[in-house]
């Protein structure tokens, strides 16, 4: 605010210094005053208000952007905790977690034996035949990734919550199986480096 100050104070004390200050009796003295001032202060003041408008709109832009990433968060916070229970309730079935880490053995054998394809089929015929379910977590996973990217804090108190509410070794049996859908896998969000 300063600096718009002196800016503009600049030209008017060197005219007064240079001209001084009166009331002129001639048209000619208020027409060559006029014109200085029009021609040197008001590019100055055009730039300052455009400077201070670029300021603004930068300001409204950062502003909408938080909002989007907030109401982004938003909805992922709420499809993580309206899919946890069901979630929950698939794994904890003794016969789901069994078939899981079942499926998980005969991907990595044919991994091992160089049969990605098999590999990939595999864990894809587990994952068709418990659609619902796995589609859930995929959709969990990737909300909690959208506010990890977000760099939001609600994404520590998400995971919190799914650990509190999910053992940990069936959310690494989760967590296996969506990896498992793809030839080299993928970081986990759950287990960050």
């Not at 034996?113 to 098999?118: H, I, R, S």
């Not at 995971?159 to 989760?174: G, K, M, N, P």
């Not at 967590?175 to 969000?189: K, L």
């Amino acid at each position: 605010m300063v600096f718009v100050v002196i800016v503009i104070a600049l030209p008017i004390a060197m005219y007064l210094y240079q001209f001084g200050f009166g009331l002129w009796s001639s048209h000619a003295d208020w027409g060559i005053m006029g014109s200085y001032f029009g021609g040197v202060l008001g590019p100055i003041i055009t730039s300052i208000s455009l400077a201070f408008l670029a300021i603004q709109i930068r300001a409204q832009t950062k502003q909408r952007s938080e909002e989007a990433a907030l109401h982004v968060c938003f909805e992922c916070e709420l499809d993580i905790t309206s899919y946890i229970p069901k979630v929950k309730e698939f794994i904890q079935r003794g016969e789901n977690s069994e078939r899981i880490k079942q499926v998980l053995f005969e991907r990595k054998r044919r991994v091992e034996e160089g049969d990605l394809e098999g590999a990939i089929s595999a864990v894809k015929a587990y994952v068709n035949e418990n659609f619902a379910a796995i589609g859930m977590w995929v959709q969990i996973d990737a909300s909690l990734r959208t506010m990890q990217r977000l760099k939001m804090n609600k994404f520590k108190r998400m995971r919190t919550l799914l650990f509190s509410e999910i053992d940990i070794e069936h959310l690494v049996l989760l967590d296996s199986i969506r990896e498992g859908m793809t030839a080299e896998g993928g970081p986990t969000c759950l287990f960050p480096d």
